[in-house]
């Protein structure tokens, strides 16, 4: 059986075009070294083809079995990228097949590396498959909701070893170029099938990457090629739009680079984006706005729950100059009457999450204007998820949520699998500690919506987690989108 699985994982290879029929014999080879065996019986035409998991899963269990690796899922998948790096391309080879693909078009390039990096199980598409996803309908357009099941689950095992080893400070972190190839360790994922392609962005030394948990069609990350901390600035919109400007199909945004409102990795300058159009980018200009000296640019509020500024132009340098001027603004803008503060006993709260894109052919930046005071009613933030939404959602809205993609904990799919079942039986949930703190939503939701005690509960649930984000997003909105709301937006637009 082990030997049919190398057979099968190199015949994966060469179908999926990640090595040629020539590289055959080599490629056993190195699996042969991994998996510590001196010899293969040839291949048995007669024997069912398995998938991808299930080839990598016949030769990590015999690896384990035999003692070659601790079996946790830490190490599982470090043996399991290590084998798949045995049918990879070396870098140099990607990276010039790409630069050719590019030269003639751009979305064939992109389409060639994301299909690359699917085939290598870089990007783990069958835990991908496991994540929940849902579409609701709302005043700001067509949410998206996940429920995150794909990452892996805290190791036990690996995170004993952790503690017991020495720190080590390479790579610096998951972002650093260092990482493409790297081994892994009990505190770091395995990258041995990693692939980073090298861009110019502005003069600068830029690379682009997938994500290996991708939440959307092509979600990309795109990485300075420095360790160096996130900072908005003009350059972050000049970066922006030039990486549009060179694959006009994908977008483009950065999380902004303060706590609170900023994504879970400050310390390494990076974007996200991707071949997907959100929620945020179809909905329309609410209230036009015109800024003196960039009559040029077409400028509006946008109709969407997070206080967005629009700007859309045929020169992206002209953007470029009015986005630094907003953010300068904003920067030191205070209005006490709407609960705004520049800065509280010198800490800074206002920021930025800006997002790129081509839109008919013109250039256009969304301005995100976020603020990340706190305050002894809300320590978590103000501009943040309020408490009673917590049960739902507690953690910090990034970039991806800004845009109107719902990243839901894994414990909301089990929590709420329990919570259907208890109302469909007239169960309290309250009785339950699992599904107490969701008690009085539900009971309110039962006082709406009576078909929640039937067979469509799941369903019913689903609907209402999307209406709790939709009011996260609203949490999270530092103007509220109401009358009194747009006047104190307008009122910073003015002063700007």
Known sequence: MIDTAVHQLVSYGIEKGLLSEEDRIYAQNRILVLMQKDGLEPADPEVKALTLPEILDVLVNDAAERGLITDS???????????????????????????????????????????????????RTDRVARD????????????????????????????????????????KCQLCIESEGYAGRADF???????????????????????????????????????????????TFARLLSFVEQFPHYFLGSNADLPIVGGSILTHDHFQGGHYTFAMAKAPTEIPVSFAGFEDINAGIVQWPMATIRLTADNKDRIVELADKILAAWRGYSDPDAFIFAETDGTPHNTITPIARMADGKFQLDLVLRNNITTEEHPLGVYHPHAELHHIKKENIGLIEVMGLAVLPARLKAEMELLAGMLQRGEDPAANEDTAKHAEWAN?????????????????????????????????????????????????????
């Not at 790409?98 to 030269?103: F, P, Y």
């Not at 110019?200 to 979600?219: G, I, K, M």
């Not at 006082?447 to 609907?463: Q, W």
């Open 73 to 123: 899922p830490v190490y599982r998948d470090q043996f399991d990228t290590a084998l798949m790096d045995c049918l990879m391309p070396r870098p140099s080879v990607v990276n010039a097949a790409l630069a050719m693909l590019r030269e003639k078009d751009p979305e064939a390039a992109t389409d060639w590396f994301y299909h690359l990096s699917k085939a290598s199980n870089y990007i």
């Open 132 to 171: 929940m996803k849902w579409v609701i309908p709302s005043a700001y357009g067509k949410i998206d909701i996940t429920i995150n099941l794909s990452k892996p689950e805290k190791d036990p095992k690996a995170i004993a070893a952790a503690k017991l080893a020495k720190p080590s400070g390479y790579p």
């Open 189 to 235: 994922p395995a990258r041995h099938n990693h692939r980073i392609i090298p861009l110019t962005l502005c003069d600068e030394a830029w690379r682009f990457q997938y994500s290996p948990y991708v939440y959307y069609n092509e979600h990309c990350i795109v990485l300075n090629a420095l360790h160096t901390p996130m900072k908005i600035s003009r350059q």
């Open 444 to 496: 309110e939701i039962k006082s709406r919506r009576p078909e929640v005690a039937t067979d469509a509960a799941m369903d019913v649930l689903k609907d209402e987690i999307g209406k709790v984000f939709v009011r996260v997003l609203e949490d999270a909105g530092v103007y509220t989108c109401t009358p009194e709301g747009r006047a104190a937006f307008v009122k910073f637009v003015e002063s700007v």
